[in-house]
T-cell receptor, first 111, second 110 residues
Framework: SQTIHQWPATLVQPVGSPLSLECTVEGTSNPNLYWYRQAAGRGLQLLFYSVGIGQISSEVPQNLSASRPQDRQFILSSKKLLLSDSGFYLC??????????FGPGTRLTVL | GQQVMQIPQYQHVQEGEDFTTYCNSSTTLSNIQWYKQRPGGHPVFLIQLVKSGEVKKQKRLTFQFGEAKKNSSLHITATQTTDVGTYFCAALYNFNKFYFGSGTKLNVKP
């Protein structure tokens, strides 16, 4: 079965600093990959999804971007973080319309 | 964008009482999934419903998909403290995109 790795687990960054969160997947090939953000006590907001290398769809216009340089690697980036970027960032993978498996998440605090 | 409405936002029950959370969509869904997120953890898949009117059970949990495939419910019978967490529905609309409901946070008093 799939295993999803995310790092770092927690991150504290100043406003205006860059961001790079990495997600890697084991146990499957050519998965669909997703980035979600969850604000404290809230639901999951879909940020980006990818059906293949170099194929990224953005759901919400903002100062974040995503890239998929390899089949099982998904990266979330920002050039300049905002206070509102704080949250719990979750990477997930699935095969077509099947179950989504979530990684352990990264808790980002922007100060 | 697509929206899935989930109610209630919070539910506090005494251990042994039942619990139900509901998801509603204005459009027909391809399928619907349910996830549970324990405090401090990440969402974990519970079940997927695909067919109109489908009912599935997992021990004390009963999942239903509406006849029109626009709504779904999760019912827990005789809650236990281990049921504490936030329950999310996730609806598949098209092209492998899932939209999550806002979640129902369940607290169970022992």
């Amino acid at each position: 079965s799939q295993t999803i790795h995310q790092w770092p687990a927690t991150l504290v960054q100043p406003v205006g600093s860059p961001l790079s969160l990495e997600c890697t997947v084991e146990g499957t090939s050519n998965p669909n990959l997703y980035w979600y953000r969850q604000a404290a006590g809230r639901g999951l907001q879909l940020l980006f999804y990818s059906v293949g290398i170099g194929q990224i769809s953005s759901e919400v216009p903002q100062n974040l971007s995503a890239s998929r340089p390899q089949d099982r690697q998904f990266i979330l980036s920002s050039k300049k973080l905002l206070l509102s970027d704080s949250g719990f960032y979750l990477c997930a993978c699935s095969r077509d319309t099947d179950t989504q498996y979530f990684g352990p998440g990264t808790r980002l605090t922007v100060l | 964008g697509q929206q899935v409405m989930q109610i209630p936002q919070y539910q506090h029950v005494q251990e042994g009482e039942d619990f139900t959370t509901y998801c509603n969509s204005s459009t027909t869904l391809s399928n619907i999934q349910w996830y549970k997120q324990r405090p401090g953890g990440h969402p974990v898949f519970l079940i997927q419903l695909v067919k109109s009117g489908e009912v599935k059970k997992q021990k004390r949990l009963t999942f239903q998909f509406g006849e029109a495939k626009k709504n779904s419910s999760l019912h827990i019978t005789a809650t236990q403290t281990t049921d504490v967490g936030t329950y999310f529905c996730a609806a598949l609309y098209n092209f492998n995109k899932f939209y999550f409901g806002s979640g129902t946070k369940l607290n169970v008093k022992p």
